[in-house]
């Protein structure tokens, strides 16, 4: 059974501190992804991550895979109230009996406080 | 292009009824998937379908079922409904072996 331990679960801050979250797991994923979800609303897709090593960055979001494909984090500079939600890490595999199953993990509860 | 629709957005049922949840993927992406998203589990997965054949499934009782048609639209039914069974229902959709991407989910309350 493949697992993401995501961590913190909870983070409080002020705006314009910096922040990171990660997501560690002792299974190799295809491909990771990070969504973000507002309350009753559907994860939305803010970055996939492909290859070992890989870093991308989206704006004030700084996103990087591990160089074996078994840990990923986001960090986040600068955050702004606009940021508070639920982040997820998801994994994906391509292979055997996970094939086309994401691993969410647990989630990271982040508040912004102006 | 419009994006992963699912209907209806909340519902409320009593316990021992059953339910029907509908999911619309993107255009053109053949594959969904469903998952259920609780405060105290997470996003668990579902089940998944390609090409109308479920291609794996999580672990679930078998209340839980679903199905896709020849439009790659999805629905999913839960049977003998349980309190436990309260939580926002997720459908996916993804194009090949790429990320997914999700609708707004369905709230299913079991009174």
Redesign the interface.
């Known amino acids: 059974t493949q697992l993401l331990e995501q961590s913190p679960q909870f983070l409080s801050i002020q705006e314009g501190e910096n922040l990171t979250v990660y997501c560690n797991s002792s299974s190799v994923f ?2 990771l ?1 990070w ?1 973000r979800q507002e309350p ?6 803010l970055v ?1 991550v492909v290859t070992g090593g890989e870093v991308k960055k989206l704006k004030r979001l700084t996103f990087q895979f591990g160089d074996a494909r078994k840990d990923s984090s986001l960090h986040i500079t600068a955050a702004q109230t606009g940021d508070t939600g639920l982040y ?1 890490c ?1 994994g ?1 595999s ?1 292979g055997g ?11 990271t509860i982040l508040t912004v406080h102006p | 292009k419009a994006g ?1 629709t ?1 209907t209806p957005r909340y519902l409320i049922k009593t316990r021992g009824q059953q339910v029907t949840l509908s999911c619309s993927p993107i255009s053109g992406h053949r ?1 969904v ?1 469903w ?1 259920q998203q609780t405060p105290g589990q ?2 668990q ?1 579902l089940f ?1 379908y ?1 090409s109308e054949t479920q ?2 499934k ?1 672990n679930f009782p078998g209340r839980f079922s679903g199905r896709q048609f020849s439009n790659s639209r999805s629905e999913m039914n839960v049977s003998t409904l349980e309190l436990g069974d309260s939580a ?1 229902y ?1 459908c ?1 959709s ?1 194009q090949g ?9 369905t ?1 299913l309350t079991v009174v």
């Open positions: 295809s491909s992804q969504y009753g609303e559907g994860p939305v897709l996939t997820l998801a994906a391509w009996t996970s094939y086309g199953k994401l691993t969410f993990g647990q989630g | 992963v699912q594959s998937s998952y997470g996003l997965f998944e390609f291609r794996n999580g926002l997720l996916g993804r072996e790429t990320e997914a991407f999700f609708g707004q989910g709230r």
